[in-house]
């Protein structure tokens, strides 16, 4: 196991030790505040460090028809800002079919039901045949956090909670496929009950898994998609990957930020 690869597992550990360690000073035990805040720096500063590099794999598209991206590797590593959970080349989708418009940021309050976006409840399919090794499908899909009161409250105090609380709070409900090789497909924030698999399940590429939802660490329905080294995303590195044509021009590739993919139909 390479130096990388081990401060990925370790990092997991590091700031939800240290939140219980500054809680822990606080009821008396001593150094714990400054044993815990030394921590929760040690576990951002994980956090900074970018996984080994590794090649760019082609997967199929998890969808169908036309889906914005947002916070694409194709435009900045890490993508999200972050290269915890397995993130460094993680990418987001957003539904834009013709003839419904995703409503527009700020336009109808702080907090909007989750059924006003088009790719709420649309399905989502396996971009590698594998097997199943996760699948989640508790959790409740929250309404969208549609202004900039709700993003700042889901940044700052959701994020955080979920973050010590651990990455099944931070994806929500979600399937990871492991293929022969070890590489893993991570697929977040499910519409909860719509997951048809379970574990153990043998899947093929482009084979229905279950519906985009908003659960989990999300402002708006979206399907958060990523490559891992390891099922347990909480300790994972990322690994790269590219959309058979999932470029704008229809190659091989990923869209960058606000651009459009327009996946076939299956």
């Not at 994980?46 to 998890?62: G, K, N, S, Y």
């Not at 590219?242 to 459009?260: K, M, T």
């Amino acid at each position: 196991m390479s130096a990388r690869v081990a401060m990925a597992r370790i990092r997991p550990v590091l700031i939800p030790l240290g939140v219980l360690l500054v809680l822990a000073g606080g009821l008396g035990l001593v150094l714990g505040e400054l044993i815990g805040l030394v921590l929760l720096l040690a576990g951002i500063a994980l956090d900074r460090i970018r996984p080994p590099e590794a090649p760019v794999r082609l997967v199929e598209p998890p969808v169908t028809g036309p889906w914005r991206a947002l916070n694409s590797p194709a435009t900045k590593v890490p993508s999200h800002g972050t290269n915890g959970f397995g993130q460094t080349w993680a990418i987001d989708l957003v539904a834009e079919p013709e003839g419904r418009p995703r409503p527009a940021f700020g336009s109808g309050g702080q907090w909007r039901p989750a059924t006003d976006y088009p790719a709420f409840g649309l399905p989502v399919h396996s971009p590698v045949t594998g097997t199943v090794v996760r699948a989640h499908d508790r959790r409740r899909d929250h309404r969208a956090r549609s202004g900039w009161g709700s993003v700042v409250y889901l940044l700052v105090v959701e994020g955080f909670v979920r973050q010590v609380a651990g990455a099944r709070w931070v994806l929500g409900n979600h399937v990871v496929v492991a293929t022969e090789d070890g590489t893993c497909a991570v697929l977040a924030h499910l519409r909860r009950g719509s997951v048809t698999v379970r574990r153990g399940d043998r899947v093929r590429a482009g084979q229905p898994l279950a519906e985009c939802g908003n659960s989990g660490n999300s402002s708006e329905p979206h399907l958060h998609v990523q490559l891992t080294d390891s099922a347990w995303v909480a300790g994972a590195c990322g690994r790269p990957m590219a959309f058979r044509g999932g470029a704008p021009d229809g190659s091989d590739g990923l869209p960058a930020d606000d651009e459009l993919m327009d996946a076939p139909a299956r």
